[in-house]
């Protein structure tokens, strides 16, 4: 079983920054490319920011230079630092982590987390 808890969202104005955190735990003896999307309310889930084991990133335009997506491959953790937030930010963002459980097998698997709010007041 594998889990995948996000925190650190929360309530910030406009031009202020967010930390978000992810943990992974469990049966895991390997994770590929780790993720955090964000769904806003009536509107589909998309990708934010992406970053494989090997520390390749890729961001959607909406947040390249404003955003920046980090991982620690030995905690099994991944953080994203929000700086010059604006209201179209707001959202609840979810941790995605693409896992192999067990070792000796090449299967993957996908996980997500629970979500977590932010906010962005004007």
């Known amino acids: 079983q594998v889990h995948v808890v996000e925190s650190g969202g929360g309530l910030v104005q406009a031009g202020g920054s967010l930390r978000l955190s992810c943990a992974a735990s469990?049966?895991?003896?390997?994770?590929?490319?780790m993720g955090w999307y964000r769904q806003a309310p009536g509107k589909q889930r998309q990708l934010v920011a992406s970053?494989?084991?090997?520390?390749?990133?890729n961001y959607a335009d909406s947040v390249k230079e404003r955003f920046t997506i980090s991982r620690d491959n030995a905690k099994n953790t991944m953080a994203l630092q929000m700086n010059s937030l604006v209201p179209e930010d707001t959202a609840v963002y979810y941790c995605?982590?693409?896992?192999?459980?067990?070792?000796?097998?090449?299967?993957?698997?996908?996980?997500w987390g629970q979500g977590t709010q932010v906010t962005v007041s004007s």
């Open positions: 970053i494989t084991s090997e520390g390749s990133t």
């Open positions: 469990g049966s895991i003896a390997g994770i590929n490319t």
């Open positions: 995605h982590a693409r896992v192999r459980p067990f070792y000796g097998s090449r299967n993957e698997y996908n996980y």
